[in-house]
């Protein structure tokens, strides 16, 4: 169960980034399209699955890891937060292109850095380490170069 809990995850994000291409292509474009329900509606769906997929992959995880009390974990749900902002900001705040561009790129590399967290092993199996306290400082050091 936990296997097809984890692969519906990761489809989860694929499906959020794809939504998320799909309304920066059409807000960039100024279409009316934007305000279809599917794509207004769809994103929410899917981050509260999302999050559904997360807690239980949190909860029932092997290696024992968890937010708050492990780096690694923690990481990746401050990666998806600002992930998270990072849309809104393209999407809703900025009013102008250039901060759009800027929200886009922030999203992009919140959603790499987020899942190259994912796929690095050492880190889990180690819990806290130097390489995580590394991500945590290089994620705090990008976000204070972008605010």
Request: with cysteine; hydrophobic share 55%; net charge positive.
């Amino acid at each position: 169960m936990y296997m097809i809990v984890k692969h519906t995850h990761l489809t989860i994000i694929a499906l959020t980034f794809i939504f998320f291409m799909i309304n920066v292509v059409l807000t960039m474009k100024g279409s009316d399209k934007v305000n279809h329900k599917l794509l207004k509606i769809g994103p929410h769906v899917l981050y509260a699955l999302f999050i559904g997929t997360f807690i239980y992959l949190v909860i029932t995880n092997p290696l024992n890891l968890y937010p708050f009390v492990n780096g690694w974990a923690s990481s990746k749900l401050a990666g998806f937060v600002f992930y998270v902002l990072s849309i809104t900001l393209t999407l809703k705040w900025a009013k102008k292109t250039a901060w759009r561009i800027v929200g886009f790129i922030s999203a992009v590399f919140w959603l790499f850095m987020t899942a190259r967290l994912g796929f690095a092993d050492h880190i889990k199996i180690k819990g806290t380490s130097e390489n995580t306290n590394a991500f945590i400082e290089l994620t705090q050091n990008a976000l204070v170069a972008i605010c």
